[in-house]
């Protein structure tokens, strides 16, 4: 088995559930398997971020692993995975790099199920920042991918997609134009800044073959360095890809790398830190070792001085090789671009300190209780960065105060549908941005950003060809074309805002609800109304029928109605909840429909009598979406309470709870009836009973 690395495995923790939960019949045996892998090693302790949740057991509660002594969870095998008993968790000794722990257990199930995440989609954590050289956009690695953004507004710019590991290292080009991002999948790539295409991959025959930890551009933007985790440093040229030389003779991984500021020499870090002749590869000097390992080290802008950060920030005369001051702790380092200061954050730290290198003297502490992942100057500017598990903050480096916070999370997930057979999954989030993951890994393909304003209403066509989108507030709807993220089209007519959108299956219409108690429908291909339904209230939601014949709407009136698509007449209305509607949905055959209701309840209805046939009971806020399964054997039910329900239809009872990382804005099932999909704070995906047949 292949080991994670080590930011990999940090993601897997942080954002994703670890594997599918099957749950097996009660009084059967379960048997699990849990399998963790040190890439650190011994030393690397961690704080407590946290217990993660591997399972959750019948009246067991859940069973917990709390990272310990550099342990990650890599990957689990076995049908369940079950807690002998609500608060004992699993204890990880310290372990050394590179080793594997296996846990091995047999519990026996009784009682209901409360079922945790088959898998958590979504992008990671910023686990590295950089700014550009004019100060005014920042580049982020999260997950498999990078993006750029602008500094002052927090806006997602541009995505830059492609690599197949978590992107844990990035930095800009002398001249901006260019992003280098290295990756875990072993591999460096040259982005163009502008378009977000790629432009050379740094990998091949003579490429790394593990994760490579840091990345650097030569003075004149011509080379290219990588360090790896493979214990070697490759220069390459960043026009054609070619590898010029291998520096070789490390002892550990690497875990940075530097040019100096006139591009004649390179700074590496292992378990020491050490200089080389860029021209010929041959090694100049090592630093005296200080600690386990050296994690960070970086050149003054004058190139006299070097800092290392080996747990310990020690200043070093280049010429001589002797430490010339010992400022304090940490394990990621920085000099500012005018060399009177260092920025330094220890490995999973709360805190940035500032660091005078003419006195060596802290002048500020950067913390407000969250773990840091990354740190960065921003240059011309007084100012620092730093990044958490959810933002990225910049620090007045005169004043000490926070004096912006950057959400580097993707944004709520408005929508959530499968495409192409159950095998992807589609999402569009608040920012504007529509994600294409791969279902049964979670890992992103393809990413399309339709605007650079907030989204609060999303619909995606059948075949993910298309998305609709609404702005807060607004009464205009837009088209977009996937993946091109070209606009196709504007729906105006409405005279205040929309509530709800939706495309009929064939992608040739859309419909909208909205405010002004009126639903309209547009034909897709020339956005010219063709249809307005008039409504006795504000029409909060809207669905079309799967043949696209019919459109149901719900509204502030607490109805729900069926209308005829070519007429515009309503044919039968649905009366029963004590709140306004505000989730609506069609069985496949037509014959039912689904309804959500402010009143904390769904309905299921007979389409051609009007009657309510089930009433379900079991959230404790209003109901957001509701979907039916292609069968119609299933109904889900998603909530602002932060759970979404499996309800058996023909028993009408909930048969599972699906307890979802905030509240839940969109649900959908995969083709087969065999997985669901819930949107919100996260995009999760769960088992329905049919997968666990």
Same mark, same amino acid.
């Given at each position: 088995?292949?080991?994670?690395?080590?930011?990999?495995?940090?993601?897997?923790?942080?954002?994703?559930?670890?594997?599918? &939960?099957?749950?097996? !019949?009660?009084?059967?045996?379960?048997?699990?398997?849990?399998?963790?892998?040190?890439?650190?090693? =011994?030393?690397?302790?961690?704080?407590? %971020?946290?217990?993660?949740?591997?399972?959750?057991?019948?009246?067991?509660?859940?069973?917990?692993? %709390?990272?310990?002594?550099? #342990?990650?969870?890599?990957?689990?095998?076995?049908?369940?995975?079950?807690?002998?008993?609500?608060?004992?968790?699993?204890?990880?000794?310290?372990?050394?790099?590179?080793?594997?722990?296996?846990?091995?257990?047999?519990?026996?199930?009784?009682?209901?199920?409360?079922?945790?995440?088959?898998?958590?989609?979504?992008?990671?954590?910023?686990?590295?920042?950089?700014?550009?050289?004019?100060?005014?956009?920042?580049?982020?690695?999260?997950?498999?991918?990078? !993006?750029?953004?602008?500094?002052?507004?927090?806006?997602?710019?541009?995505?830059?997609?492609?690599?197949?590991?978590?992107?844990?290292?990035?930095?800009?080009?002398?001249?901006?134009?260019?992003?280098?991002?290295?990756?875990?999948?072993?591999?460096?790539?040259?982005?163009?800044?502008?378009?977000?295409?790629?432009?050379?991959?740094?990998?091949?025959?003579?490429?790394?073959?593990?994760?490579?930890?840091?990345?650097?551009?030569?003075?004149?933007?011509?080379?290219?360095?990588?360090?790896?985790?493979?214990?070697?440093?490759?220069? #390459?040229?960043?026009?054609?890809?070619?590898?010029?030389?291998?520096?070789?003779?490390?002892?550990?991984?690497?875990?940075?790398?530097?040019?100096?500021?006139?591009?004649?020499?390179?700074?590496?870090?292992?378990?020491?830190?050490?200089?080389?002749?860029?021209?010929?590869?041959?090694?100049?000097?090592?630093?005296?070792?200080?600690?386990?390992?050296?994690?960070?080290?970086?050149?003054?802008?004058?190139?006299?001085?070097?800092?290392?950060?080996?747990? !310990?920030?020690?200043?070093?005369?280049?010429?001589?090789?002797?430490?010339?001051?010992?400022?304090?702790?940490?394990?990621?380092?920085?000099?500012?671009?005018?060399?009177?200061?260092?920025?330094?954050?220890?490995? #999973?730290?709360?805190?940035?300190?500032?660091?005078?290198?003419?006195?060596? =003297?802290? %002048?500020?502490?950067?913390?407000?209780?969250?773990?840091?992942?990354?740190?960065?100057?921003?240059?011309?500017?007084?100012?620092?960065?730093?990044?958490?598990?959810?933002?990225?903050?910049?620090?007045?480096?005169?004043?000490?105060?926070?004096?912006?916070?950057?959400?580097?999370?993707?944004?709520?997930?408005?929508?959530?549908?499968?495409?192409?057979?159950?095998?992807?999954?589609?999402?569009?989030?608040?920012?504007?941005?529509?994600?294409?993951?791969?279902?049964?890994?979670?890992?992103?393909?393809?990413?399309?950003?339709?605007?650079?304003?907030?989204?609060?209403?999303?619909?995606?066509?059948?075949?993910?060809?298309?998305?609709?989108?609404?702005? !807060?507030?607004?009464?205009?709807?837009?088209?977009?074309?996937?993946?091109?993220?070209?606009?196709?089209?504007?729906?105006?007519?409405?005279?205040?805002?929309?509530?709800?959108?939706?495309?009929?299956?064939?992608?040739?219409?859309?419909?909208?609800?909205?405010?002004?108690?009126?639903?309209?429908?547009?034909?897709?291909?020339?956005?010219?109304?063709?249809?307005?339904?008039?409504?006795?209230?504000?029409?909060?939601?809207?669905?079309?029928?799967?043949?696209?014949?019919?459109?149901?709407?719900?509204?502030?009136?607490?109805?729900?109605?069926?209308?005829?698509?070519?007429?515009?007449?309503?044919?039968?209305?649905?009366?029963?909840?004590?709140?306004? %509607?505000?989730?609506?949905?069609?069985?496949?055959?037509?014959?039912?429909?689904?309804?959500?209701?402010?009143?904390?309840?769904?309905? &299921?209805?007979?389409?051609?009598?009007?009657?309510?046939?089930?009433?379900?009971?079991?959230?404790?806020?209003?109901?957001?979406?509701?979907?039916?399964?292609?069968?119609?054997?299933?109904?889900?039910?998603?909530?602002?309470?932060?759970?979404?329900?499996?309800?058996?239809?023909?028993?009408?009872?909930?048969?599972?709870?699906?307890?979802?990382?905030?509240?839940?804005?969109?649900?959908?099932?995969?083709?087969?009836?065999?997985?669901?999909?819930?949107?919100?704070?996260?995009?999760?995906? #769960?088992?329905?009973?049919?997968?666990? =047949?």
């Amino acid at each position: 088995m292949k080991p994670c690395s080590c930011l990999q495995t940090a993601m897997l923790l942080a954002l994703f559930s670890l594997g599918p &939960l099957i749950v097996a !019949e009660p009084a059967e045996i379960a048997e699990w398997k849990l399998v963790l892998h040190s890439p650190f090693g =011994e030393g690397s302790v961690y704080p407590d %971020i946290g217990a993660y949740t591997f399972g959750l057991g019948r009246n067991s509660g859940p069973i917990k692993a %709390i990272p310990d002594a550099g #342990w990650f969870f890599d990957h689990w095998e076995g049908n369940a995975l079950e807690a002998p008993s609500s608060d004992n968790p699993i204890t990880i000794p310290p372990g050394s790099q590179g080793e594997e722990k296996v846990l091995i257990g047999v519990f026996t199930e009784t009682g209901d199920v409360v079922t945790q995440a088959h898998r958590r989609i979504g992008l990671g954590p910023p686990l590295a920042v950089v700014c550009s050289s004019d100060g005014r956009h920042v580049a982020v690695g999260t997950g498999r991918h990078a !993006e750029l953004r602008d500094l002052r507004t927090g806006k997602v710019l541009r995505h830059f997609v492609g690599h197949e590991g978590v992107v844990g290292t990035v930095a800009f080009s002398p001249d901006g134009t260019c992003l280098l991002t290295g990756s875990s999948d072993g591999t460096a790539r040259l982005w163009d800044v502008a378009t977000g295409r790629g432009i050379v991959a740094y990998s091949g025959h003579h490429g790394h073959r593990s994760h490579v930890s840091s990345v650097a551009f030569s003075p004149d933007g011509k080379r290219v360095l990588t360090g790896s985790h493979d214990q070697t440093v490759k220069l #390459w040229s960043t026009a054609t890809g070619e590898c010029l030389r291998s520096f070789t003779g490390f002892d550990a991984w690497v875990s940075d790398v530097a040019f100096s500021p006139d591009g004649t020499r390179v700074l590496t870090a292992d378990d020491q830190a050490k200089l080389w002749d860029a021209a010929t590869g041959k090694q100049l000097c090592t630093f005296p070792k200080s600690g386990l390992h050296v994690y960070s080290a970086a050149f003054s802008p004058d190139g006299t001085q070097v800092i290392t950060a080996s747990g !310990e920030l020690k200043l070093w005369d280049v010429a001589s090789g002797e430490c010339v001051r010992t400022l304090g702790t940490g394990r990621t380092v920085l000099f500012s671009d005018d060399g009177a200061h260092v920025l330094a954050s220890g490995l #999973w730290d709360r805190a940035a300190k500032l660091w005078d290198v003419v006195t060596g =003297e802290c %002048i500020h502490t950067f913390a407000y209780g969250e773990i840091l992942t990354s740190i960065a100057f921003v240059p011309g500017r007084k100012c620092v960065l730093t990044a958490d598990f959810a933002s990225i903050r910049a620090w007045d480096m005169i004043a000490g105060d926070c004096v912006q916070i950057i959400d580097s999370s993707s944004g709520k997930s408005k929508a959530v549908a499968f495409a192409t057979g159950g095998k992807q999954i589609a999402t569009a989030d608040s920012h504007g941005t529509v994600h294409l993951w791969d279902a049964s890994t979670g890992h992103d393909i393809a990413v399309t950003v339709t605007s650079d304003s907030d989204k609060r209403l999303v619909a995606f066509s059948t075949d993910v060809s298309v998305v609709v989108t609404c702005d !807060e507030e607004e009464s205009t709807a837009e088209l977009w074309q996937l993946p091109t993220g070209n606009r196709l089209r504007r729906f105006e007519g409405h005279t205040s805002w929309i509530n709800s959108v939706a495309i009929s299956p064939d992608g040739s219409h859309v419909v909208t609800a909205s405010h002004d108690e009126t639903a309209k429908l547009w034909d897709a291909a020339t956005a010219k109304c063709l249809a307005t339904i008039r409504d006795s209230a504000p029409v909060r939601s809207v669905a079309f029928s799967f043949d696209g014949k019919q459109v149901l709407t719900g509204n502030s009136n607490w109805q729900a109605k069926l209308w005829d698509v070519n007429t515009g007449d309503c044919l039968r209305r649905f009366e029963g909840h004590k709140w306004d %509607i505000t989730a609506v949905a069609f069985s496949r055959d037509g014959l039912r429909i689904l309804t959500g209701s402010s009143d904390n309840t769904a309905r &299921l209805w007979d389409t051609n009598t009007g009657d309510c046939m089930l009433v379900l009971k079991s959230h404790s806020c209003v109901i957001t979406a509701v979907a039916c399964s292609p069968d119609g054997t299933l109904l889900l039910t998603g909530s602002f309470d932060g759970t979404a329900k499996l309800w058996d239809t023909a028993a009408g009872k909930c048969i599972r709870t699906f307890v979802a990382a905030g509240p839940v804005q969109s649900v959908a099932f995969s083709p087969d009836g065999s997985i669901v999909a819930t949107g919100g704070l996260k995009v999760e995906l #769960w088992w329905t009973t049919k997968g666990l =047949e």
